[in-house]
């Protein structure tokens, strides 16, 4: 029998029983072609996982502190065990960070029927995604193994009943940590957010001079985020952006050009250089990609004036680089930042974070049960994906 994590009536009566041979059975053993996860199935994937790990323990701890080898498995034994067992899910529901992706009293039954070892799937008010029906069906399963081996007989000691729960537990709960950790190793959940803001403002008697280097995207945002591409952890992306520029310098001897003598007055020179930036790396529970930039040529326009000319002319600044940056997180939204003086009122900020890919905002498994995607990976952390195949 599985637990749910709210209060729940225990043992099932007859006519529950009835009302499941509407649905149909599901055969004797988990022959049935398993459907994996989906990227939005996490969430709940790891609810169930850490709902499995306490009733894992609950039976365990019931059996060291209150069975004998000699216990006998009768109905008040077995309703004590369970009672025991549900008031540990009861707390653990209570506590969780993630929401339940089931509602209360939903469980199936399995047992002997119509002559056969069979499981009557639960009446759902919502239908269970792919991912859970596939779990629970590993949890049934090790209940229909045992009502096989057992055929019309029953456990007689309380010991077995409970090494059979506790196997159940653990069938569903191995099947969903391996699927988590494909899904954490090959689900483009995350992304690298670069931000880069350049500053100086420098004065002297005689000249007054600031910059402003700012980096955005496309869509003008003060930030360029690249998307990352999982595939057996082996992590990439790329994408491109732009460096605004912004630079004044006033004067009291400012030359605009060869005709004319110098005179107060100011220049000011507006432009951009093309960014391309590139993230490789392997996902870890300590991801240290690899960001690789690419500069282009600055190209813009200079305004010069002062009392005696005014002037506008096109600029094309040589600029092109490249550079290899490490990077390191630990967490989702952990920030990466380096302020770097660079002398006479210059500054260089740069900053990156791993975040959520916009893709997975506000996204929960199809079924609509459950935490979001993002709730769920941060409750996980992230994984180590260097033996993921």
């Not at 005709?259 to 993230?279: C, D, I, L, Y």
């Amino acid at each position: 029998m599985k637990l749910r994590a709210r209060a729940t009536r225990l043992l099932r009566i007859a006519a529950t029983i009835a009302l499941a041979l509407a649905v149909g059975p599901l055969p004797a053993m988990a022959d049935l072609e398993v459907e994996t996860c989906s990227c939005d199935d996490i969430a709940q994937i790891q609810y169930r996982i850490m709902e499995d790990a306490v009733a894992i323990n609950a039976y365990a701890k019931y059996r060291e502190d209150f069975t004998t080898p000699f216990t006998p498995n009768t109905a008040k034994t077995y309703l004590g065990l369970q009672n025991f067992v549900q008031t540990a899910l009861n707390e653990f529901a209570g506590q969780a960070k993630l929401q339940s992706p089931f509602d209360a009293g939903e469980q199936a039954r399995t047992g002997f029927f119509d002559g056969k070892c069979q499981t009557y799937p639960a009446q759902y008010k919502v239908e269970p995604t792919p991912c859970m029906k596939a779990a629970l069906d590993m949890h049934e399963a090790e209940h229909r193994r045992m009502c096989e081996a057992m055929m019309l007989g029953r456990h007689l000691t309380l010991r077995p009943k409970i090494q059979e729960e506790i196997d159940a537990y653990t069938a569903e709960a191995n099947f969903l940590q391996a699927e988590r950790e494909r899904l954490l190793c090959n689900c483009d959940y995350y992304a690298v957010k670069i931000e880069r803001h350049d500053t100086l403002d420098y004065s002297t008697p005689v000249d007054h001079q600031t910059q402003d280097w700012l980096l955005h995207d496309s869509e003008d945002h003060p930030f360029v985020q690249i998307p990352l591409q999982l595939y057996a952890g082996k992590a990439s992306g790329d994408a491109s952006g732009s460096i605004k520029i912004v630079m004044g310098d006033t004067s009291k001897v400012t030359a605009c050009d060869t005709s004319h003598e110098p005179s107060p007055g100011s220049t000011n020179t507006t432009g951009e250089v093309a960014m391309s930036f590139k993230v490789t790396g392997i996902m870890a529970h300590e991801f240290t990609p690899t960001l690789e930039t690419d500069s282009g040529d600055m190209i813009g326009q200079v305004d010069c004036a002062n009392t005696n000319s005014k002037r506008e002319s096109a600029v094309h600044q040589p600029m092109k680089a490249t550079a290899d940056i490490d990077l390191r997180f630990t967490k989702l939204d952990d920030v990466q930042e380096k302020i770097t003086p660079l002398g006479y009122g210059a500054q260089s900020d740069f900053k990156t974070a791993l975040v959520l890919n916009e893709r997975w905002k506000d996204v929960k498994a199809k079924n609509n049960r459950g935490s979001t995607v993002e709730e769920g990976l941060r409750v996980i952390g992230l994984t180590d994906c260097t033996d993921s195949k």
